[in-house]
């Protein structure tokens, strides 16, 4: 664990670890993960992105993928004859390969959604600590405007406050136009 050295005037305190021995990971900066996340987009081409209607068609057409009974009697049926294989555009082989890449490919999907759950999560806590920060600086420049010798706050509390109200206001609902009722003729 640690072993602490007596001092002298020309040695300094000696500590030990299992963690010294480790090597030590850099933190990135998010810069430097959207250069790294677009160089690796860049290399899975068929990596585009759909719309939300194209998503919702292709899920709603991939739901059989998900059976792995149908899948495995799907690639039997294709490997029996040539025709149901040229009807696909695909061997039993190739059939066996995509769903195999299918496979590997979500656990890539499992493992970004955990870091982007991740990266997400930090933010958020990122932003609650601004927000308290916020809150405490503002409260206690509430009190110290109070002194005149802190006059130099008035303005960026009075700032703060005015913003604070205008995020708080509810926005105003527009009034719907009244329909013009027909004409009334007079009777005669």
Not at 48 to 68: C, E, I, S
Not at 178 to 184: K, R
Request: aromatic letters at 2%.
């Amino acid at each position: 664990m640690f072993t602490k050295q007596p001092m002298t005037p020309t040695m300094t305190p000696t500590t030990t670890s299992p963690a010294a021995d480790a090597p030590q990971t850099q933190t990135l900066t998010p810069e430097t993960i959207v250069e790294q996340l677009r160089a690796i987009s860049a290399q899975v081409p068929e990596a585009v992105p759909l719309t939300p209607d194209q998503r919702n068609t292709v899920r709603n057409h991939a739901r059989t993928a998900k059976n792995g009974e149908i899948l495995q009697t799907t690639i039997s049926l294709v490997g029996t004859t040539d025709v149901i294989s040229n009807a696909v555009g695909s061997d039993a082989d190739g059939v066996r390969q995509l769903c195999d890449d299918s496979n590997r490919w979500s656990v890539v999907e499992d493992e970004l959604r955990s870091l982007l759950n991740g990266i997400s999560s930090a933010n958020l806590v990122r932003r609650q600590q601004l927000a308290a920060i916020a809150d405490t600086a503002y409260g206690v420049g509430l009190q110290l405007v109070r002194n005149p010798e802190h006059a130099a706050l008035v303005p960026h509390v009075l700032e703060i406050k005015r913003l604070r109200g205008f995020s708080r206001r509810k926005k105003a609902t527009t009034p719907e136009t009244p329909v013009p009722n027909a004409p009334v003729t007079p009777k005669a």
